[in-house]
Structures are given as C-alpha cells and as structure tokens.
C-alpha cells in the first residue's frame, strides 16, 4: 500500500485513545509505519495529550471508566485549540444509533471491533491524508507568494490570538507599521523584477532580525509590511524598530532616487496596546498607521511613537 509523504518536515501524529492496552498496543504495531503513534488510556489523558501535542488524527474508544468517548469528543470539539482534530471512533459499540451519535459529534469516521487490520490502516491513512492536505491549503492561504512570509490574512489572524493572550496574561502588545520609503521611485528607475526581489530581500531580513519565536512580520499589502510584538512596550517598540531598520541599511539597496539616502530606508509607525488593553482591533490599527503618516510627514528613514 502507499506511504504517506507528509507535506511538511516529520511524521503525522496519531493518538490512539483506549482503556485497554492491549488494543493500544494492537493498533501501535499497525499504524506506526505510516506516523508516530502516541497512547492515552482515559479522557482527561486524551484530552491533555491533544492540547500539547495537537494530533493529525485520533483514535477514540467509546466504552472507558471516567470520561467516555463521546464526552472526550465533545470537548474537543468545545475547545479551538482542539476542534480540527479529525476522530475517528474505534468501538464494541455496534448498534447504528451508536455510529450516528458518533457522526453527530463530529468524528470523522467510525470503526467497529472486532476490526479488519487492513481495512482500519487504508481509513487511518485516508484521513490522515486528507488531514495534511488540508493543513497544507490552509499554510498556503495564510502565507505571501511573493516573499513567503504571513499575508494580510495570516497577519489579521495572528493579531487577533495575540491581542487576547496579551490581555489574558496582562501584558502590552506592540504593533509596527513598516513602509518601504520611495518605493514607487525604486521600480521606476530599476524595474518591478529587480522591485519584487527588493520585497524578498526586505521580507527576509525583516525575519531573521525578529529574533523572539513569538514576533512575527507579515506582508501587509504592497511594500507595508506589519510586526507584532508581544510582552514589549513601547520603549522595547522602539528598539526593534530601530533593528529593523539598520538591517535594512544593512543590506545596502542601492536606492538613487530617494531624497532620504542613496539605500534603500524604511519609515516605521508603532502603538503599543498596554496591558489592560482597552483599544480594538481597528482602533490599534489606526493607530500605528497614524504614526507612520507621521514618519512620513516628517521626513521619512525614522520612527514614530
Ligand atoms: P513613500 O515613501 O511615501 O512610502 O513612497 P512610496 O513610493 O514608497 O509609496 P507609494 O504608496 O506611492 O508607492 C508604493 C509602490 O510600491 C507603488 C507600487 O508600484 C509598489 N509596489 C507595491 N507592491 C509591489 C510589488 O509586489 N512589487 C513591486 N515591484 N512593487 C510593488
Ligand atoms: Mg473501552
Ligand atoms: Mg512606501
Ligand atoms: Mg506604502
């Protein structure tokens, strides 16, 4: 039968959920060619092990002392973390009611026991296969074709998770709004080929210089690219902007017909949402791209706060 070619680096993720280790281990020995198989023998295991380990696909018994299947279903269906998760369900239970409840609650599937091996790798590789496609469209919508990093959608996504775990834990939340100055005056006298490889180079380096896993840069639109800074304030704003654009400089593009530098210069506008937050998403938006109109305005190649 045909392996499983992940889309991205590493091996699906399997959870098998069941109370009785011999069907673990059965299942184990059947599946972990195809993806690396991890166990749980009771829901609240199934469910901590979902959260931090976030399974391509789960093997869920139905029949378990505590929390059954379905229940352990339901609250990972309940919880956004977990709610993608394809189920399939592995039971004894063999009335047609039973698979109904199953399909109700979302599961994908549902398998009954006594199983045939072959039947049960074909559907587990089925859906693990559709699982990293659709994982794999979902990285592509959210990713910029041009330079490879978050688009405008992947940004306002990321915004949002950020806004509520810096509210959750308290802490400030700075956002950068980042323009490539004189940019029109660079495609006119060197081309959009040479333009576009500019946007590459910029993105690229706006990256690398982010050095906290949890900032991130994302194509905004055109050549305005946004950062998101979680737990900085505004001083510490202030410093990776500065970063940001001696990175640029750094890199040297040769710009002639700026007013601002014969190199390529960014202007950049920060706001920085305090702990206690307060502004919406539109508003801390407005915000930062006022202070970059100010950049602007001001001369350009400088920060705004
Ligand atoms: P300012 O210093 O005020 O920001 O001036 P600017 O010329 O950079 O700003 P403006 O908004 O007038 O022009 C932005 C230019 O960016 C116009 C557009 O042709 C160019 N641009 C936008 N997206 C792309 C792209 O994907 N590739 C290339 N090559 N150019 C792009
Ligand atoms: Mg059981
Ligand atoms: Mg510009
Ligand atoms: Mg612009």
Redesign the pocket.
């Known amino acids: 039968m045909e392996r499983l070619k992940p889309f991205f680096h590493g091996r699906p993720k399997l959870l098998v959920v069941d109370d009785q280790p011999i069907n673990i281990r059965v299942l184990h020995e059947l599946l972990r060619p195809e993806c690396d198989v991890f166990m749980a023998t009771h829901g609240e295991q199934a469910l901590t092990i979902s959260r931090e380990l976030r399974p391509d696909l789960i093997l869920l018994d139905v029949v378990m002392p505590g929390m059954d299947g379905y229940e352990v279903c339901r609250r990972l269906k309940a919880n956004p973390e977990t709610s993608e998760i394809p189920i399939i369900f592995v039971t004894g239970k063999s009335h047609e009611d039973d698979e109904a409840t199953g399909f109700e609650l979302g599961a994908v599937d549902f398998i009954r026991k006594p199983f045939n091996a072959l039947v049960v790798r074909a559907r587990v590789i089925n859906h693990l296969r559709l699982k990293l496609q659709s994982d794999y469209l979902r990285q592509m919508a959210l990713i910029d074709g ?1 330079t490879s990093i978050l688009n405008r959608r992947g940004f306002d996504e990321r915004f949002d998770a950020a806004r509520a775990q810096a509210q959750r834990e308290q802490k400030p939340l700075s956002l950068l709004m980042i ?7 660079y ?1 006119d006298q060197y081309g ?1 080929l040479r ?2 490889q500019c ?1 590459r180079d910029v993105a690229q380096a706006l990256a690398n210089t982010l050095n906290r896993p949890y900032d991130l840069v994302a194509r905004f639109g ?2 305005e690219f946004a950062a998101l800074l979680p737990d900085t304030d505004e001083a510490g704003a202030r410093q990776v902007a500065e970063r940001l654009q001696e990175a640029i400089k750094r890199l040297a593009i040769e710009h002639r017909s700026s007013d601002v530098a014969t190199v390529l210069t960014l ?1 950049i506008g920060s706001a920085t949402l305090p702990p206690n937050g307060g502004a919406g998403v539109e508003q801390h938006l407005n915000w930062a791209d006022e202070q970059l109109y100010r950049a ?1 305005a001001e001369g ?1 190649d400088r920060i705004c706060s």
């Open positions: 041009l323009d490539v100055d004189y940019f029109k005056r495609n959009h333009g576009d946007l055109g050549e202007s602007k350009r």
